[in-house]
């Protein structure tokens, strides 16, 4: 490898941090959120919804929304 080409990789690499700002940060966190849908928590989620009496999907609710401690 040239030197050339390591040092465009090190520039490269510089602007490739991640998002700099705290709206971006707000924002890289929703990503949770939006492709969350494959993760293990949300199929447990998901399948409690699904044979849960209508009552209890509430109580699944806020189970999620609550932080935990």
Known sequence: MTQARLDANRR???????????QGKARSRMNGLRYGNRSPD???VFDALAHADPGA????????????Q
């Open 57 to 68: 999907i509430l109580r699944v609710g806020d189970s999620c929304l609550t932080p935990a």
């Open 12 to 22: 490269n690499a510089k602007k490739s941090t991640g998002p700099q700002t705290v």
């Open 42 to 44: 949300f199929q447990k």
